[in-house]
């Protein structure tokens, strides 16, 4: 999340945060920037979900969280200060659709991620490349299908 100075109406400096995806300003409580990205390769390589949010007393937040397989299932939440770090991120994902929504959606996106880590602790999910395999043992998952759940959570 980027922090640009304004002006208000008494010439007073105030400072608004912007999302790196969407240039409109977001206000602490009330609203927020969800960003769901993609590789660049036919199968739309990695997914990873970003949200933004400006908390109270005027403190920018950025969460990035996806699902990875290196040994078993592994979800990343992890919050992001750093400009370049978020911009690197963002560099590289060059497909992205992003919503503006509340803050309560912003808070369901977050809660489902913690969800779903814990669940993944707990062994309920089993990698499948294509998010789907046979067998109700354990739930099918890959990174698009994680996105899919967080967006859903999210009401988009």
């Known amino acids: 999340m980027k922090s640009e100075l304004s002006l208000n109406l008494s010439g007073e400096e105030t400072s608004k945060y ?9 206000k602490a409580g009330e609203n927020g920037v969800i ?16 949200l933004e949010k400006v908390e109270e007393p005027d403190r920018p937040s950025t969460i990035h969280t996806d699902l990875q397989n290196p040994d078993g299932i592994r979800v990343t939440i992890e919050e992001i200060q750093d400009n370049k770090k978020m911009l690197d991120k963002l560099e590289n994902l060059p497909r992205r659709r992003t919503w503006r929504v509340d803050e309560g959606r912003i808070e369901d996106a977050r809660t489902e991620a913690d969800k779903i880590k814990g669940e993944a602790e707990d062994d309920k999910y089993k990698y499948a490349y294509f ?14 299908r994680y996105g899919e759940k967080i967006l859903k959570a999210a009401g988009i």
């Open 35 to 50: 960003t769901a990205t993609s590789g660049d390769s036919p199968t739309g390589a990695h997914t990873r979900i970003f």
């Open 131 to 144: 998010g789907r395999a046979p067998g109700k043992k354990k739930q099918a998952i890959n990174c698009a």
């Open 18 to 26: 912007v999302s790196h995806s969407d240039a409109q300003p977001m």
